[in-house]
């Protein structure tokens, strides 16, 4: 313990050169990743890239269509055709993944004050590896997180602000929550839980007054603004209801995918719209009889089958946290850096992820965190972890990407918390819960290695077909994960030219 402590007063002393250390291993990492990365073109977001096109060739976009939004490609082509590379737009998804771990330990540092707290989240980020990845995705998560994080230290910072500084926070948070719609709409209902704050706090009267007065505000300016009066957008667009759909009702693949996977699904879906067609006289059934069709789906299923219903939901967010690598993730690894070494690739992502879930609950201390949530900013972080779980994991459909944020901005700066409080004698003193922690770890290894022989054994086919699309998306043979320079003549091929000089 002398020589723990002895190592930790050396850090602490030492905490800005540490912390320039690692966000600068931090940086690295993604560059690295991202200039040996050969897949860029994935099925789920090639319509970004194309936007980009379509802005050059047309000089704009509309910025909803349907599901999407492009925002993301105006970026894209200010970095491409404004200042003559995509590689900047990735280099600036690199830095402002790093600016979000930097951020994060800003959080850590307002909330524990305590700078072990924050360095440790920051060297967390850095061994997470499908978080280092994405920086060389062509979408919005790192954007996302970094003005997640961005709104979050400014919201524990409005907390005990002084009144003049509170105008500026409200200013900057309404500007902030707006641009975020652009991306994604995940802060929708972020003014409920402002309200909420306001309300549990109603006998500090600056706290209701200030979060009830934002929470409103934000309301407004949403109304008013909207998520798409600043770019032009296509009139009556109407956006399709997959997202829920799959989410609550036994379609997608082994349960909430976003898609049918298995052809059985997909023929069961078509022989029910039909009748649903049928029965209402539909024709030529638009967008919108799709929806309906869905949500009368997602309804029957709940009221016919509930325990089926919520036995899904649970299934989701074992998937939330299980060790079923992230796709897009291992693409990236083992089409670039990591050519070719599947298992390595795999153990690589899962790795990291699944020791921060056992150390998370080897080291958390309930009773010391039951005593922390009486302080209003915790408190606050506590319900937006839960609104971050319940939309990511219930709301919708499953996908590994989604638990991102959730690590990212909450989970590791708690574990890291709960790893510098950390006192083994006394777990090992308080038997109850030494014997309850032990349960979970079993219950938690049992339903990996569940997963790990669903993967391997029984849907073993269904992944086997997700590594050969990667080859029949890059038209390439069965020496595609070591032939780099066949894929990028693919690439160039598809108008996606990586060079070594940028990407044009």
Known sequence: MIIIQKYKNYIEKRSKLVLLILLGLNFIIRLLIYFNTNLIYFSDYKSYLKGIEIINDHGTISLINGNFLFFNSYIGYFFKYILGSLDYYFIFNCLLGTLTSYIVYLICLKLTKNKLVGLLSVFLH???????????????????????????????????????????????????????????????????????????????????????????????????????????????????????????????????????????????????????????????????????????????????????????????????????????????????????????????????????????????????????????????MGFLLLYYIVASVFYGQYQERYRMPVLVCFLIPLLSWSLIKFNLKELMDNKMILFFKAGVIILILGIWFSQIYQTLVVNKERYLRTLKMIQYRSGVDNSFFKNTKQIK?????NGIKKIKGGMT
């Open 126 to 380: 850095t061994i997470y590896l499908e978080f280092m990845v994405f920086s060389s995705i062509f979408y919005t998560p790192i954007i996302m997180m970094f003005l997640l994080s961005l709104i979050i230290l400014l919201l524990i910072h409005y907390f005990n602000a002084s009144r003049y500084r509170k105008v500026l926070i409200i200013i900057a948070l309404l500007f902030l929550i707006n641009i975020s719609f652009y991306f994604k709409g995940e802060l929708k209902y972020l003014w409920v839980l402002l309200l909420i704050i306001g309300l549990i706090n109603f006998r500090d009267k600056k706290t209701l007054i200030g979060f009830l007065l934002l929470g409103v505000l934000l309301t407004f300016s949403t109304r008013i603004l909207g998520y798409y009066h600043i770019l032009p957008y296509k009139k009556g667009h109407v956006g399709n209801n997959n997202f829920v759909f799959f989410g609550h009702t036994d379609y997608g693949g082994d349960g909430g995918d976003g898609a049918f996977i298995y052809k059985e699904n997909e023929e069961r879906y078509n022989k029910a719209f039909f009748e649903y067609c049928k029965k209402h006289n539909i024709n030529a059934p638009s967008r919108i009889d799709k929806n309906n069709f869905q949500s009368e789906e997602v309804r029957k299923f709940i009221k016919n089958h509930p325990f089926k219903w919520i036995n899904l939901q649970f299934y989701k967010f074992f998937r939330f946290f299980g060790v079923v690598p992230e796709s897009n993730s291992y693409k990236v690894l083992v089409t670039g850096i990591l050519q070719g070494h599947k298992k390595i690739t795999a153990i690589a992502l899962v790795l990291p992820f699944s020791l921060m879930v056992l150390l998370f609950v080897i080291t958390i201390n309930p009773d010391l965190l039951k005593e922390r949530l009486a302080r209003p900013e915790l408190l606050f």
């Open 489 to 493: 003549n693919l690439l160039i091929s």
